[in-house]
């Protein structure tokens, strides 16, 4: 689960230089909609800075920072790594050289940075009724298995009751597409919370790598024409997970960090992966993966009430936060 960065050459700049960027009202209408652009098109970082009203971008050693007085995106040069308010997430593609400028794609653009840096405009038509959680696995199928002998589907259906009953406090009306340990397809997941038209999905696992392996990490669906984080692979095809582009890494960001927030985990980061149910999901869609089974220190604490609520807690605060968010949109 190791995600490798691109196999572009990473450039090393010498000294810190200041990029002072003129701020005119043209620049200001961000990234107008192109008839047939490309999602691989670059952007350059310098324009980014511009149309959001930067001051300018800061280049060291393999970083581009813009920041502003609360905001700061940092891109690693060669890499997909992207580090948002000291939150990492990870591009669709790597930030790379055209000519002089350092770029990133418009798919990047578009469905990562505008809608950190412009939560409304991303979420306007959004629905925020119904939140459908989906504890993996179940039945048959038992997931990872710890050391400890802990079964992922035990563990993760006992922290997404946790997350019902926390989002139910605050009046959110919320579905599981399992609430025992029963056995249900992977693809029955996103046709549940279809047919109860879910606003929000959210499915909870827990991970299995290393021993050494640590941490949370949240998945969203790579855009189409780009690989998953932990490949090299591009895939063009789109699928219908991919309608929600842009709003899929905002809530998922949003779980990721309350669950960081509330049990100071290794941040991971928000990564891309073509799951069957992020793919087929009907609205904006992310993937918990809480802690690895495969790690004696995580496992042993998920083996706590008081971690298990902590984690549900963070889940549970990172989709409130998308919820009064969207509704705010409206
Ligand atoms: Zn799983």
Not at 212 to 218: D, L, P, V
Request: charged residues 20%; proline residues 5%; glycine residues 6%.
């Amino acid at each position: 689960m190791i995600a490798p960065t691109s196999a572009a050459t990473l450039a090393s700049m010498s000294s810190p230089i200041l990029l002072f960027l003129p701020l005119t009202a043209a620049l200001l209408t961000l990234l107008p909609e192109q008839v047939n652009a490309a999602p691989d098109e670059l952007i350059p970082l310098q324009r980014l800075a511009a149309s959001y009203g930067f001051p300018g971008a800061t280049s060291s050693p393999n970083v581009i920072t813009l920041q502003s007085q609360y905001r700061c995106l940092a891109f690693h040069t060669g890499s997909r790594r992207f580090v948002f308010n000291n939150r990492l997430f990870w591009l669709n593609g790597a930030v790379s050289k055209d000519g002089q400028n350092w770029c990133i794609s418009r798919a990047d653009a578009e469905s990562i940075v505008a809608p950190l840096l412009q939560s409304r405009r991303a979420l306007k038509g959004q629905g925020c009724s119904l939140v459908v959680l989906d504890p993996g696995h179940g039945g048959s199928d038992p997931g990872t298995v710890s050391s400890r002998r802990i079964d992922e589907k035990r563990l993760v259906l006992d922290i997404t009751k946790r997350v019902k009953r926390k989002l139910n406090a605050s009046n959110v009306a919320v579905r599981m597409t399992r609430s025992r340990d029963t056995t249900l397809s992977l693809q029955d997941r996103p046709k549940r919370a279809a047919r109860w038209g879910g606003d929000v999905f959210v499915s909870i696992h827990a991970n299995s790598a290393s021993s050494t392996a640590c941490g949370i990490e949240t998945f969203v669906m790579p855009a189409a024409g780009f690989p998953s984080t932990a490949s090299s692979k591009p895939e063009s095809r789109s699928y219908k997970g991919n309608k929600h582009d842009a709003v899929n890494t905002l809530l998922a960001g949003l779980v990721q960090h309350g669950a960081l927030a509330h049990t100071g985990a290794t941040d991971r980061g928000v990564k891309r992966a073509r799951f069957a149910v992020l793919r087929d999901a009907p609205c904006p869609a992310a993937l918990v993966e809480v802690g690895f089974l495969s790690n004696q220190k995580e496992a042993a604490q998920l083996t706590t009430v008081a971690y298990r609520d902590a984690v549900a807690q963070g889940i549970a605060q990172g989709i409130l936060t998308y919820l009064v968010k969207a509704e705010a949109s409206q």
